[in-house]
């Protein structure tokens, strides 16, 4: 190829050409194309966030819809095992109950004592306190406690009896003196 | 041959000169550049607004339904608390030891010529089973057999309903008083059985009551 021979002046006029060219695109990518590029890509990873959140959201109002129609028997039960606890401090309605209960399962004198409340270490039960009763009943028919206990365990779910003492009362071998302790699971009001 | 004489040839090399100024066509050169760069920021721009737009209804969205997907969040924290508790309450109420088909099973295990004159019993911690001891008489011509079949009659029955059942003696002895059996006296024993067992197969709460041993006791005595 056979290059123009340039003079003095005009590779003077040629390099600060050049030089106009490079500032140019210098100012161009750096005060113009850059911060723009920049808010683009702000306002399409903004995009993406949101429509993650979206699709997500969609997934989790599902979920929870989902759950609400398989939460049904857990509601239910859940608000029937409430509704064996009344309103009110454990102390003042249980051992009446518990009175109740075996005077009406011909056992009299039945009495109920709090011995102890703990609370349960499992968070699930974080809402539920765990009472420690002393029933006794000073004289009672064999046949009619092991009804009576079989009736209770049946219509007391959160009662368990972890302790029992029967013992065959002096001079009336009819008669057993009986010691039951229970514990019951209650929630906290 | 005829003779070509360039006279203007000094003004057309200043023209050639001018043509290929170095600046002017560095000026063409940066302004074409600069139009170009122009458009393109120009595009740029266009769509950086197009997808501001997008960013601003993808927003608008995301406003209308931050409140729903907040309360089905919660709810389903609460859903899920509670279908837990209700599961530890259930596994609780399931893990119980049932303790009337035990004293049912107890009372008909009892033959007529041996008496229970006491129980002591509980359920060990974190389900390792429960302990049973009772203590009572057996009348017979042979006292201590009387006492033994009642040792056997308990590991049979108990071991129906239940695991790892356990009885033992943990006192068997001869006492000085007679019973009056059927009009007979015969010797007494006196015994304690030690039972243990696990109640991880346990029957369910019996719906029907323990039968009556007055009578039994009373035939006994």
Known sequence: ?189 | MALHLNLLHEEILEQRQRKRDPLKIGILVLVSCGTLLFLYYGWNAYQTFEIKAKLNAIDGDWKKLEPQVTQAQKRSAQLTDLINTTRVLDDYIDNRFFWGPFLEKLSRCVPPNAQLTGMEAGVLEDDKGVTITIDGVAAAREPRSAAEDLRQMLLEQLGKSYHDVKVEFKTLEDVEAVANLGGTNVPMARYILSITLNPNAAAKPAATPAPSRTKRRNESS
């Open chain 1, 1 to 189: 190829m056979n290059l123009p021979k340039l003079s003095k002046d005009q590779i003077k006029k040629l390099l600060l050409s050049t030089m106009g060219l490079i500032f140019l695109l210098y100012v161009y990518f750096t005060f113009f194309l850059g911060p723009l590029q920049k808010i683009r890509d702000g306002a399409l990873a903004q995009i993406a966030d949101r429509q993650q959140k979206i699709d997500g959201s969609k997934t989790e109002m599902a979920k929870a819809a989902n759950l609400e129609r398989q939460a049904k028997d857990a509601t239910a039960r859940f608000a029937t095992l409430k509704a064996f606890s009344p309103e009110g401090a454990p102390i003042a309605w249980f051992p009446p109950r518990m009175k109740t209960f075996f005077a009406s399962q011909q056992i009299d004198r039945a009495v109920a004592r709090l011995e102890s409340n703990a609370n349960f270490k499992q968070s699930e039960l974080a809402a539920w306190t765990k009472y420690n009763w002393l029933i006794e009943m000073p004289q009672a028919d064999f046949a009619a406690l092991g009804k009576a206990i079989a009736e209770l365990e049946n219509r007391e779910p959160l009662l368990s009896i972890t302790k029992l003492t029967i013992h065959v009362v002096p001079n009336e071998p009819q008669f057993q003196q009986v010691g039951i302790a229970a514990t019951t699971v209650i929630e906290k009001r």
